[in-house]
């Protein structure tokens, strides 16, 4: 990958040795070949190896990494650590390590190679459904107001210091994200902050890693096609707190999977409340207990209060509860991390626009409604951000949405109902269908919105995403406000397993530099 951050490698690696690894590690060895060899780089990809690295080949969906191993070896990899399936993929010549579980050392056998580099950084993770990305860039702010250089991975981009790359995924795989460690300790970063995704948990992406402070922000709907229900997904957000994953938490108990996951932590946990006069707020060690949610149409002011009882004014940079919410956390977070507590009020009260979340992409003005672009794509994400924008919104909400392919189907119709009780004007279009039929999927969401809107009143449909944002633009007046839900900062758009360039911003701006003859 080229990019600013170079190689996304350290530029000074170690050289270790198999032998000593498979004695650190306690991993059994096969084959003729002598594990007598250094080795300067971990990865999982095959495509990614560089000449001496040590290649994890671990079983996939379809097929076995293993037969990736002769490719890997052709490109450098001098060893390779895989199951006992895939020794027999392995080029006779070349040193295999073995382990049961390949995938969940991948992260271990990375940090040991690289000299566990998490230990000379402040490492904050964030887990939960709903707000990962803007909390995490909430704590960065204040971490950057305590520390010379910092790093923030997610789902928006890798970024240490000022260079950034796009991100592959929520989080990356453990090898990569152990680079990434060494990485910003070589640039001078002292702390990192990342989001943990479920994937990430369930597949052990950040195991090697024990983190200073971890985070959860709620649980709610979505990625039950992996998780299988609500119970396998909690399960899987817990492992973040398991004792040997982090040394202290922040939750937020506004539901009841945050108050369980409290209860039920390993490890000292602070909690948070944020719905002001929730029962919660009594015995939670953190709680907002005023809220003004924005009237204004920018940021919201809120008053955390704190173990010791104190008061303290806050702010959040962008509107509605829902960010009162993940503002508080990131307070929380950053304070536990390190930070002075007014610093980090302060730091996240300033905090820059988060790509996709509640962007504001052009101002009411001129004759043009307010446009914003907003990663919600789960039922109560897209309740939370109608909500936010209503008390904005002088005249019509106009909202443009649709849900994902290849994805949890039962929450389409609920996505409806919510659009059509919450938002005036609905044009009901595609996210990302990937290998799924776009119409069944918009057929699904309009079932419903008929739910509640039989007679489908002031209800459109797009098989474009950029002609619905347009024709949301058309229909909207100047007290109006368009909101575009689902998809954020994503830059492609996947349809029928082809990756197409796509921003929903772009889309905005393009029509906004078009000119009023757009909508007049």
């Known amino acids: 990958m080229t990019s600013p951050l170079g190689r996304l490698r350290p530029e000074r690696p170690q050289v270790r040795r198999v032998d000593d690894l498979a004695a650190a590690l306690d991993l059994r060895t096969a084959g003729a070949a002598t594990t007598d ?20 080949a671990v079983p996939g969906l379809k097929v076995h990494g293993a037969r990736f191993a002769a490719d890997a070896v052709a490109r450098g990899a001098v060893a390779v650590l895989t199951d006992p399936d895939g020794v027999a993929s392995v080029p006779p010549d070349v040193p295999v390590l073995v382990a049961d579980d390949p995938r969940a050392l991948a992260g271990p056998v990375a940090a040991w190679a690289l000299g566990d580099p998490a230990s000379r950084l ?37 970024r240490i210091g000022d260079d950034a790359v796009e991100s592959p995924r929520t989080t990356v795989e453990a090898p990569v994200l152990q680079a990434l460690l060494a990485v910003a300790h070589e640039r001078g970063a002292g702390a990192l ?8 948990l369930a597949l052990g992406r950040v195991r090697g890693l024990c983190f200073d402070v971890v985070g959860f922000t709620n649980l709610q709907r979505d990625h039950l096609d992996f998780h299988g229900d609500m119970e396998g997904y909690f399960r899987d957000k817990s492992r973040l707190f398991a004792a040997d994953q982090a040394r202290r938490g922040v939750v937020v108990v506004d539901d009841v999977w945050g108050r369980r996951l409290a209860a039920e932590a390993p490890i000292p946990v602070e909690t948070v409340s944020t719905h002001v006069g929730a029962p919660e707020a009594q015995d939670a060690d953190w709680a907002v207990v005023e809220a003004d949610i924005g009237l204004g149409g ?9 173990p010791d009882g104190a008061r303290h004014e806050a702010h959040s940079p962008l509107p509605g509860l829902v960010n009162v919410s993940n503002a508080a956390l990131a307070i929380v977070l950053a304070h536990a991390a390190g930070v002075p507590l007014p610093t980090a009020i302060e730091a996240v009260a300033g905090a820059h626009a988060i790509p996709g979340r509640m962007e504001r992409v052009v101002e009411r003005g001129d004759g043009w ?16 951000a109608l909500e936010a924008v209503r008390p904005i919104t002088p ?36 996210e990302n269908p990937r290998s799924e039929d776009p119409a069944s999927i918009r057929a699904a969401i309009l079932a419903g919105v008929r739910d509640v809107r039989p007679d489908l009143a002031d209800v459109h449909e797009a098989s474009s995403r950029a002609q619905a ?26 349809i029928a397993g082809v990756f197409h360039r796509y921003n929903d911003r772009d889309v905005f701006l393009a029509a906004h530099a078009e000119g009023r003859e757009l909508h007049a």
């Open 37 to 56: 060899r250094t080795f300067t780089g971990v990865t999982m990809s095959s495509s990614d190896v560089e000449p001496g690295d040590l290649f994890v």
């Open 122 to 158: 402040v490492t904050i993770g964030v887990t939960g459904t709903n707000g990962k990305t803007t909390t995490t860039y909430f704590v960065d702010a204040a971490m950057r107001a305590h520390h010379a250089r910092t790093a923030v991975l997610g789902t928006v981009e890798l």
């Open 193 to 200: 902050t990342t989001e943990v995704s479920s994937h990430a």
């Open 298 to 306: 920018v940021g919201s002011r809120f008053v955390l209060r704190g």
């Open 369 to 384: 409604p307010l446009c914003l672009v907003d990663y919600a794509h789960t039922p109560d994400a897209l309740v939370l």
């Open 395 to 430: 005249g019509r909400l106009v909202l443009v949405y649709g849900s994902d392919g290849d994805r949890d189907r039962g929450k389409r119709p609920i996505m409806g109902q919510i659009g059509a009780r919450l938002a005036d004007v609905l044009v009901v279009t595609d």
């Open 469 to 494: 944002i347009r024709d949301a633009l058309r229909l909207a007046g100047p007290d109006d406000t368009v909101i575009v839900t689902g998809k954020g900062h994503e830059p492609t758009q996947e």
